[in-house]
Antibody, heavy 118, light 107 residues
């Protein structure tokens, strides 16, 4: 299975960051899998943002909960991330990742670099 | 939230050395820890799950141990490809936090 993130590389402050992850070689409808987003800041720190299950059930990191929406589109075999009211702190590489019930991450996308700047 | 603290932040070593890095959890996470390797410009790569289970394809020179709040990742004989940054991650409970990383550099 491979994961590929896509979306704008530049987002204005206060706007919404939107990314898509296309899953190849596997199905987002697999009920044994969870699909997460993780970001890595320029300083290197890794932050788990949240996960979405095939039926749309989500779990979010409280640090992002008020600003994030994760969705799954089973017809397109895609996942999406929306992060609202962004600031420079949200500048990062955003990864789409896979896990099973045990939430360690065994498949990672290549990452999408997003810069928040006016 | 469970905090993960790695030490040292930077580790200097030479090819052939045996190295050990530490990850401490702020509370008991049993054995629910994973280790990742990240080379510059690449995504992290899963090495170990459940503290000591080596992922398929990972060289046997990598090993993990520990339980409760203290965990170690050991590389028995460093190879040139091993110079990278290593992260631990707890999956005992949400949010699934990572340590800040240990960078393994050439001495």
């Amino acid at each position: 299975v491979s994961l590929q993130e896509s979306g704008p590389g530049l987002v204005r402050p206060s706007e919404t960051l939107s990314l898509t992850c296309t899953v190849s070689g596997g199905s987002v409808k697999d009920g044994s899998l969870y699909w997460s987003w993780i970001r890595q800041s320029p300083g290197g720190g890794l932050d788990w943002i949240g996960y979405v299950f095939y039926n749309g059930r989500t779990s979010y990191n409280p640090s992002f909960k008020s600003r994030v929406v994760l969705l799954v589109d089973t017809s397109k075999n895609q996942l999406s991330l929306s992060l609202s009211s962004v600031t420079a702190v949200d500048t990062a590489v955003y990864y789409c990742v896979r896990s099973a019930y045990d939430k360690y991450f065994d498949v990672w996308g290549q990452g999408a670099r997003v810069t928040v700047s006016s | 939230d469970i905090q993960m603290t790695q030490s040292p932040s930077t580790l200097s070593a030479s090819v052939g050395d045996r190295v050990t890095m530490i990850c401490r959890a702020s509370q008991n996470i049993h054995k629910w820890v994973a280790w990742y390797q990240q080379r510059p410009g690449e995504a992290p790569n899963l090495l170990i799950n459940k503290a000591s289970n080596l992922e398929s394809g990972v060289p046997s020179r990598f090993s993990g141990s520990g339980s409760e709040t203290e965990f170690t990742l050991t590389i028995s004989s460093l190879q040139p490809d091993d110079f990278a940054t290593y992260y631990c991650q707890q999956y005992n409970s949400s949010p699934y936090n990572f340590g800040q990383g240990t960078t393994l550099e050439v001495k």
